[in-house]
């Protein structure tokens, strides 16, 4: 409940961000434009409307609902370039110092997203030019970056007492490094293709409804021709698509929400690049009406903003979705008295932590990660809590001696060691319409006509085939599997 309510903070925050973004960029349009005073009421419409189309999208509104890391990762990359921008402004390098320090909290938490949004701003600031005594400026911009990361002092200091999630185990230098350098997730980095880049595309235009989206590229124009916007121009284009990418570069799946928190910083650039439009048009209509008429053409910008939003609340909302509760906990309420516990997939580990680090469920039972046993420092930390476990951990996975342990209750998977098979288990996942729900049914069905086949268990073959067959219809894995068990 708390991470998940600093979540939605941190997606307020994040819109109010944008909007100031979008505000600002307005107001160096129009005095770029000529027109020194003008109507700031004007300014903060736009940058209203660049907040709220921002905020109600569903890449920033349901990452806001989470308890996950890209609310806050998109709350820090906009922090830092505002910062920027207002230093563009106006010159005043402290903005500079305040943008590393927000830079720095930010490389502490994503550090991927915040690299791909951040590179740019450093190119930027380089070819400014900035004047007067350099050596001094990049001291304390390192100096403000380098405390947002002394963040990751927490690391070992929690580390230290042993907790329940102790990611790496990060009480060494090596095992520090292994964490903050998300090894464990590395594999995922270039697994995605150039084949993903329209869907991307079409998600970024779908996150900013084809108004934002033809505004945005048309406020890209009006920056990119203005000589004295163009290098603010290339910052915010540059960094969007470049965070956009990121999703092409691990592989966007548009059924997993992840994917468009991976989006949410470029949907909130390219939200306050729309502004840039509206007020170029403010500064170009002659006559009298002119405020009147752009004051109206932001406030409509708004309402469409908020008319889109709701159309998507269904989507967004996550009252009575509570299927992954459900499905663990009746799973781990079916386990003996004082068992060992071994799961296989994370998505299991993480409810099993959920359940025992929020709900205080099953405080008897002991449990195991098989294939965290590879990742530093997890079978330590096991064996500081339960030293009698030795026997059954190896460094990579379970010795064979687990199968002869009692009580035992583990999960089934494609590379369960061949003593534990028969005593595996498939997570039996109730019917539903949540679509990540209704994915892990289908791979726990597919599993269980996976491990009938590996026993030999003919009757068992035909119920689940029958069974998976039934809510996956044609797949080509499932009737492989099925030839090669002679079905």
Known sequence: MRVGLASALCGA???????????????????????????ALLDDLLGA??????????????????????????????????????FDETGDRRRLYLGALWAGLALTNHHLLALAALVPAVIFVVARRPQGKVAPAI?????????????LA??????ARHPLVDWGAPTTWSRLYWTVSAQAFQKSVARGSTGDLPGVGIA????????GALLALAGAYVLLRTPRLRRLGLLLVGAA??????????????????????????????AATACALPAAISVRLPGPRARTGSLAAAGLLAALAIGFGSTSFAQISLAGQHDA??????????????????TSYFQTIFGMFYLRAVEGARPDAELVHRHFLSYPGYRDELLHARPELAPFLGVRDLLPATAVREPLWVEYDLDLPEPLVRRAQVI????????????MAAWQAFLAVHRACRIGAQGEVRQTLAAARALLGKSPELETLAATCGR
């Open 428 to 439: 039996p996942v109730a019917e539903t319409a949540e679509p990540q729900a209704r994915r």
């Open 49 to 86: 409307a660049a907040g709220l189309l921002f905020g109600l999208s569903y890449a920033a509104a349901f990452q806001a609902v989470r308890p996950e890391v890209y609310a806050l990762s998109a709350l820090l990359v906009l922090s830092a370039f505002l910062e920027v921008a207002r």
């Open 139 to 151: 001291a304390r911009v390192c100096v403000a970056g380098g405390l947002g990361l002394a963040l």
């Open 204 to 211: 970024l235009v779908l996150q900013l409804h084809l108004v």
């Open 13 to 39: 925050l994040g819109a109010a961000q944008t909007a100031r973004l979008g505000r600002l960029i307005a107001r160096r349009v129009r005095t770029t434009l000529g027109q020194q005073t003008g109507p």
């Open 325 to 342: 509760d459900r499905t663990f906990s009746a799973w781990l309420d079916r386990a003996p008295s004082r068992a060992l516990v071994v």
């Open 241 to 270: 698509l470049c965070d956009a990418a990121m999703p092409a570069l691990v592989g966007f799946d548009p059924s997993n929400p992840d994917a468009y928190g991976y989006l949410e910083a470029a949907v909130a650039l390219f």
């Open 154 to 159: 927490y690391l070992p200091l929690r580390a």
